[in-house]
């Protein structure tokens, strides 16, 4: 016996590492400004879904207020560069942090409701965070946001921090669902009494989780800040921004190692595309897609790009 | 092995375990049985660590696990299948094994795999391997229960019903099974069971319920001949019938 | 404060029909429309609709919107919700079924009437009468007294008729229904026909109170779970006590904080009662 059951085939690995390299490449010989911000956001977007799809996909436990935690990391990272000239990374990382562990206050109560109750509750934190956070204006400056100075040439080598990002989310994920880690919380998705009985501890592992996840969509939050140099409220806690990594990891391919970084790239397309004409089209045009997925492929895009390729499913949703 | 002392399980007004007092001996193969509401799932509820007992002490040795929660009893070395089998529908069956390998036995992830793939190969499920549960037939998802059970390296294991609902065929091999679990594994073994040649062949000793309360113990044959066990048994038909 | 109170009672009367619509949808299938929300929003459109184009007056508009949302709704279920597993398995699944549905119901909204705040104003809309020393609105003890009808409606429908008693029966226990020649799927598709029907008529009652757009809906979305959590399944004194609770609260918190926050309250409370009384008032539970 070579190589373990889990590890990476290589081709995976000399592909993944081509990709980076490439990417990182891009923006030394296009310098074309339009899809220099594009793929910048693609990555960010790329980051968060795959951080929702730890809860949603590996725990089973779909979130609708994740953008919550993407306010309160990005709103403290902007409050800590503006007020207290901290730098920008450090900021991220304590806008991560703090993002994280408000995850775990209502998350850590709200995991024992299972399935659908979870979400239902979640639609209530991610609203209730927006609307207090708004109203609390020391943090968020108000209904009308705040803005974050940033020197254009950190702004412009933000790229190569979303690709970093994005990687990173991206092994965090094979490594998520392919360690032991991975395989308890896919076993408190299936059957979470069943899991204690062989020995999980599924209170743990879904404060780590939900830390994880909560962390993750804080330093997106940051970084978001830092990108657009102005986040408000009403953008960064939208009901909107939650629905998307929804959608994102659903259409993707909830449960899937990669298949949130597919729907957020399909995604961000779509939304370009139809931006110019079409602008508040996508979100019911993706409605119809969440449909079809939900009815004829459980899996998502990745669930359909197998069955066009004719592997064999090892998953389920 | 384990010793239960003083069960009690209060469901309102409801006593459904009434008082029950027993001992498993290592390396025992100890049968539960009793008529239907007896009281026999919910008393390996309690030392299973799935519900704690309202009164009562349940002890693993020296060690007292009493109100555990399940996954601590599961470390502790007391291990227990389900009726109504419950497989990760997510994982395949080697993922199903190796993360009780994992959790309970404490292995790291590559010896988890390989006791995994061990206990799979134990259970006859070894070519399986990567398949998913839902792929199995029943039979087969009752012996992933065990090989899951089995990879938690266990020192008692409780089998809930194992062999109700299986062919003739596939009930003798799951009785070899045990059989061999205990000889090769060196687990004790706790089972209920309806299915009374299987208890005959397979059970040292034998304690059984009725409505909660204990109410004879001893070797298979002695215990069926009892007369309060053949009124605890017919005394419900008669009832019913009548 | 005389007029708070009213206030309370009057919006309870609207909360409860809202409630109910996803109430007997959950407590007979047992999937959670997050549908509800687009469904009350169709119904204001529609009652809007019928008001700019026939000068239909929404409180004779809600009959025939009511009866073309429970047609939608029965399509709705025969053609998507029916394809889903039901129980534990489905129940995710079904949620984002529904959600897909409300998102394409607020998409058609917007294409159709711009994202712009509407309001259905009538000659009367604004007339109102002394009672001690409280204004009331005509307006909103209307709303008050069609919710009371429908309530009482329903709980003779359930009570009294044949399919109240067939759809309690599928509440309790479908599979011994088939035994005993209950279709269960007629059943499914009607109660779901009714939930939606419930949830469009409630729309064109808040059409009457409030000012709407497509997004119109989410957090009624969510007060109707407060209601139902709350209030304990299928029970309309349950569901009436519930109602009142949290119409209480959120009149009397504008007393406290500002306008917009009132909406957090709802929230909070939906995430508290969630996870600290999962047995509503009446003791049912909710959990798994």
């Known amino acids: 016996m070579s190589m373990p059951s889990w590890a990476p085939k290589p081709w995976v690995l000399f592909a993944f590492a081509g990709a980076l390299v490439l990417l990182a490449l891009v923006p030394l010989v296009n310098s074309d400004a339009y899809w220099h911000n594009l793929f910048t956001l693609t990555f960010l977007s790329i980051t968060a879904a795959l951080a929702w799809n730890w ?263 | 092995m384990i010793r239960a002392e003083g069960l009690v399980k209060r469901y309102g007004g409801l006593r459904a375990v009434d008082g029950v007092t027993f001992k498993l001996e290592p390396g025992q193969i100890l049968g539960l049985i009793g008529p239907n509401g007896a009281g026999k799932s919910t008393c390996f509820a309690m030392l299973a660590g799935s519900t704690p007992p309202t009164e009562g002490r349940v002890f693993l040795g020296d060690e007292e696990l009493t109100g ?119 687990v004790s073994i706790v089972m209920t069971e309806h299915v009374m040649p299987a208890v005959m062949r397979l059970c040292e000793h034998v304690v059984v319920l009725d409505a909660g309360k204990l109410i004879a113990s001893g070797k298979p044959k002695e215990v069926v001949q009892e007369p309060a066990v053949i009124a605890a048994y017919l005394g419900k038909a008669r009832a019913n019938a009548g | 404060m005389i007029d708070l109170l009213f206030s309370a009672v009057l919006l309870a009367g609207l909360y409860a029909m809202m409630a109910y619509g996803l109430g007997i949808i ?95 104003r009538t000659s009367y809309s604004t007339n109102s009468f002394h009672v001690a020393t409280a204004y009331v609105s005509w307006n909103r003890l209307a709303v008050f007294g069609v919710a009371i009808v429908v309530l009482v409606g329903l709980h003779l429908l359930l009570t009294r008729t044949y399919l109240g008693k067939a759809i309690r029966a599928v509440a309790q226990n479908p599979s011994s229904c088939t035994l005993v020649g209950i279709p269960v799927e007629r059943v499914y598709s009607v109660t779901f026909g009714l939930g939606t029907g419930l949830a469009a008529a409630a729309g064109v009652l808040g059409a009457t109170l409030f000012s709407f757009n497509p997004g119109y809906g989410s957090s009624e979305l969510l007060k109707s779970f407060v209601v139902v959590v709350l209030g304990g399944l299928g029970s309309v004194p349950g569901t009436a006590l519930a109602a009142l609770i949290l119409a209480f609260v959120e009149v009397f918190s504008i007393k406290i904080m500002p306008s917009y926050l009132t909406a957090a309250v709802g929230f909070v409370l939906l995430v508290l009662v969630l996870v600290l009384r999962p047995g509503g008032l009446f003791g049912q539970r909710v959990l798994g």
């Open chain 2, 68 to 186: 555990l929660p399940a996954f601590r009893a599961a470390r502790a070395g007391v291990v227990r299948t389900h009726q109504i089998v419950r497989p990760f529908a997510h994982l395949t069956l080697l993922e199903n094994c190796t993360v009780a390998a994992v959790q309970c036995a404490k292995l790291g992830h590559k010896g988890a795999d390989t006791f995994a793939r061990e206990m799979l190969r134990f259970a006859g499920l070894d070519a399986r391997r990567n398949d998913l549960p839902a792929a199995l037939t029943l039979a087969g998802r009752k012996r992933l229960e065990m090989a899951r059970a089995l990879s938690c390296a266990p020192k008692v294991l409780l089998l809930d019903e194992v062999i109700a609902g299986v062919n003739p065929a596939e009930a003798q091999e799951m009785g070899t099974l045990i059989l061999r679990a205990r000889d090769e594994r060196k």
């Open chain 1, 55 to 317: 809860l949603g996909g590996l725990l089973g436990q779909v979130s609708f207020g994740h953008a919550a935690m993407v306010g309160v990391g990005g709103f403290v990272a902007a409050r800590l560069q503006v007020s207290s000239h901290v730098p920008m990374l450090v900021a991220w990382g304590v806008g991560g942090v703090i993002a994280g562990l408000y995850a775990l206050v209502w998350g850590h109560p709200t995991l024992r409701l299972r399935g659908p109750y979870f979400s239902i509750a979640t639609i209530g934190v991610g609203e209730a965070t927006r609307l207090i956070c708004t109203y609390w204006s020391w943090l968020t400056g108000g209904s009308s946001g705040m803005s974050i100075p940033v020197h254009p040439a950190l702004k412009f080598q933000l790229y190569w921090y979303g690709l970093g990002l994005a990687a990173l989310a991206l092994i965090a994920s094979f490594a998520l669902r392919r360690s032991p880690l991975g395989l308890s919380l896919l076993a408190i998705k299936s059957d979470v009494d069943a899991a204690g009985d062989v020995g999980v501890s599924s209170t743990r592992l879904q404060d780590l989780v939900l830390f994880l996840s909560g962390m993750t969509m804080g330093i997106c939050g940051g970084f978001y800040g830092s990108f657009f140099s102005f986040i408000e409220p009403g953008d960064l806690f939208g009901f909107e921004r939650s629905i998307s990594y929804v959608l994102m990891g659903v259409i993707g391919g909830i449960g899937t190692i990669a298949g949130p970084a597919l729907g957020a790239i399909v995604f961000i397309v779509l939304q370009q595309s139809l931006i110019a004409h079409y602008s508040q089209l996508y979100l019911g045009l993706y409605g119809l897609f969440l449909l079809l997925v939900i009815l004829f492929e459980p899996l998502g895009l990745v669930g359909l790009a197998l069955r066009v390729m004719k592997k064999p499913i090892e998953e389920q949703p």
């Open chain 3, 26 to 120: 959950y407590g007979v299938l047992r999937i959670v429309n997050l549908g509800h929300g687009g469904m009350i929003m169709v119904g204001a459109y529609a009652a809007f609709w019928m008001h700019e184009q026939f000068g239909l007056d929404p409180y004779l508009a809600i009959v025939p919107i009511a009866i073309a949302s429970f047609f939608l709704g029965v399509g709705m279920y025969k053609l998507l919700v029916k394809r889903l597993p039901r129980g534990a398995a489905g129940g995710v699944q079904s949620l984002l079924l529904l959600f897909a549905v409300w998102l394409i119901l607020r998409n058609t909204a917007y294409l159709l009437f711009t994202g712009n705040d509407q309001t259905l």
